[in-house]
């Protein structure tokens, strides 16, 4: 199944991508480290796929990717806070999409998968893979496109009470 998802998943990234221009890898180690095995307990399959294995949600089908409610954005396989809900917004290209990164979240590393030379960004925290960042994103803030996966986040919501 994860091997026909992932081919249709490949034929639809092609089709989204934009040219990608050279973004400066940021080499640090992940601090947490644990066994495959010890991620499985803790993962569901999906989370596993996609933060373990690289692997990427269907377009369109994450339940982040029309998600625009306040909050923080974080790693769903540790808990680290990566994204927050006002560096959100839509880029019509299936994945929730950011323009800016909590500092220090993520780590950038070249990815030359499936004959395409990209930026990954994966969990500073604990080395789940995230999805890519891209430079075709909005001209009035960073200009940057963090292309999530929506299983390797979770949204902590804004409590609404503690604004008033």
């Known amino acids: 199944m994860y091997k026909t998802l992932s081919l249709i998943s490949i034929f639809i990234i092609l089709s989204c991508q934009t040219k990608q221009m050279p973004i400066k890898p940021n080499m640090m180690k992940p601090k947490i480290n644990k066994s495959d095995a010890e991620w499985e307990k803790i993962l569901t399959p999906q989370q596993f796929h996609i933060l373990r294995r690289k692997g990427t949600d269907l377009p369109g089908t994450g339940e982040y990717t029309y998600n625009f409610e306040d909050g ?3 790693c769903a396989a540790c808990g680290a806070p990566l994204f927050k809900s006002d560096n959100k917004y839509e880029s019509h290209c299936g994945w929730p999409s950011f323009d800016d990164v909590i ?42 496109r963090y292309c999530v996966n929506s299983t390797s986040l979770n949204l902590a919501k804004k409590d609404a009470d503690k604004n008033k």
Not at 118 to 135: K, M, P, Q, S, W
Request: hydrophobic residues 25%; aromatic residues 4%.
């Open 72 to 74: 923080i954005y974080k």
């Open 103 to 144: 500092e220090g979240a993520i780590i950038m590393q070249p990815d030359n998968s499936h004959n395409m030379t990209r930026t990954e960004i994966i969990c500073a925290n604990c080395g789940g893979h995230l999805g890519h960042v891209f430079n075709d994103g909005p001209r009035e803030t960073t200009g940057k």
